[in-house]
């Protein structure tokens, strides 16, 4: 059983930084963070696979934000360092994972998810 566990939200001005984690166990391979701002659709934001070589990042936040892991001994920890935040990157952040090796950009292709952190960013 995969369970993922998100920590680092909060609120932030314009211009500063924040980092998300994401702690998780089970057959949690290359894993993912999304986001969902209220009324809209749960978007990607970046991608990881599971050695880490290989990334990817929505076009809105490349070059602001940076994935990365923590893999795969002794724990299976995926990061969002996110910097230069903007008032539009405001949404619920999630983890998610999947238990194949590559990356992919689908929430449809996600079999877990987190619970969701809050990230507000202030003008």
């Known amino acids: 059983q995969v369970q993922l566990v998100e920590s680092g939200g909060g609120l932030v001005q314009a211009g500063g930084s924040l980092r998300l984690s994401c702690a998780a166990s089970?057959?949690?391979?290359?894993m993912g963070w999304f986001r969902q701002a209220p009324g809209k659709e749960r978007d990607v934001v970046a991608a990881i696979s599971w050695s880490g070589g290989t990334t990817y990042y929505a076009d809105s936040v490349k070059g602001r934000f940076t994935i990365s892991r923590d893999n795969p001994n002794p724990k299976n920890t995926v990061y969002l360092e996110m910097n230069s935040l903007k008032p539009e990157d405001t949404a619920v952040y999630y983890c998610?994972?999947?238990?194949?090796?590559?990356?992919?950009?689908?929430?449809?292709?996600?079999?877990?998810w987190g619970q969701g952190t809050q990230v507000t960013v202030s003008s």
């Open positions: 998610a994972a999947r238990d194949k090796f590559v990356l992919a950009i689908n929430k449809d292709e996600y079999h877990y």
């Open positions: 089970g057959r949690a391979y290359a």
